[in-house]
Every structure is written in C-alpha cells, then in structure tokens.
C-alpha cells in the first residue's frame, strides 16, 4: 500500500528553493528528512538529541506549534551566536501535518538572509 505525500514543505539551501513532498511517519523528524533529501554535510552532527546545533533552521512562515523549544533545544539555542526569534534544531521538529506548508531555511556558520 503506498502512502500520499500530504506534506509540503520548501526548504531554502545555497540560495535555492527546494519542494519537498513527504507524509506523517516516513521521518522521525525534519533533521532526518533534511539529511535525506540534499545530504548537507555536518548537519546534525549529535545525531538528534539537541545539543551540537548542526542543524539549526529557521522557521520562516511559524505557526504556534512550531514556535515551541523546551530542554536541550533551548539550551543549546542560548549558546549559540547567530539565533533568530523563529530559530529551531530540526532534530526537535516532528514532521507532521503541521508542517504543511512551512517555509524553512538551513543556517550554517555562512549565514546569509533570506530577503
């Protein structure tokens, strides 16, 4: 049985858009489908537990329940230089439907903004 991609989701990488469709349970979080999809190298360096910040995006487009951060992700975020108000880990984001739609950018030490 096949499933429907019912998640869209654009991801702005090296100056570039990119749509990426997925559905609810093919990731166990956006770092990992991240990772799958452009293989950025030395993203999510900790493997998803919230503490090296490798795979710090921005959540261009936050809806309330992506604006959420609790324990290692607030940690780490608060130790970290260049953080935004809609700053997150990508480990510490469910992909599910509440996703739909969401524009994200990757950041990395050669930051640029999004205009």
């Known amino acids: ?10 991801v702005f990488l090296d100056n570039k858009k990119h749509a990426v469709q997925t559905y609810q349970g093919e990731y166990r979080n956006l770092m ?3 990772h799958d999809k452009f293989y950025v190298e030395d993203f999510g360096e900790c493997k998803g537990i ?4 490798t795979c710090h995006v921005r959540i261009l487009n936050l809806s309330d329940k992506l604006f959420l951060k609790q324990g290692n ?3 780490t975020l608060n130790k970290m230089e260049v953080v935004f108000q809609n700053s ?8 599910d ?3 739909d739609g969401v524009e994200i950018q990757l950041i990395s030490d050669d930051f640029t903004p999004r205009d």
């Open 73 to 75: 992700e607030l940690t």
């Open 88 to 95: 997150r880990l990508a480990c510490q984001i469910n992909v």
């Open 97 to 99: 439907k509440s996703l």
């Open 1 to 10: 049985m096949s499933r429907t991609c019912d998640i869209g989701i654009t």
């Open 32 to 34: 990992a489908l991240i």
């Open 50 to 53: 919230g503490r090296c910040g």
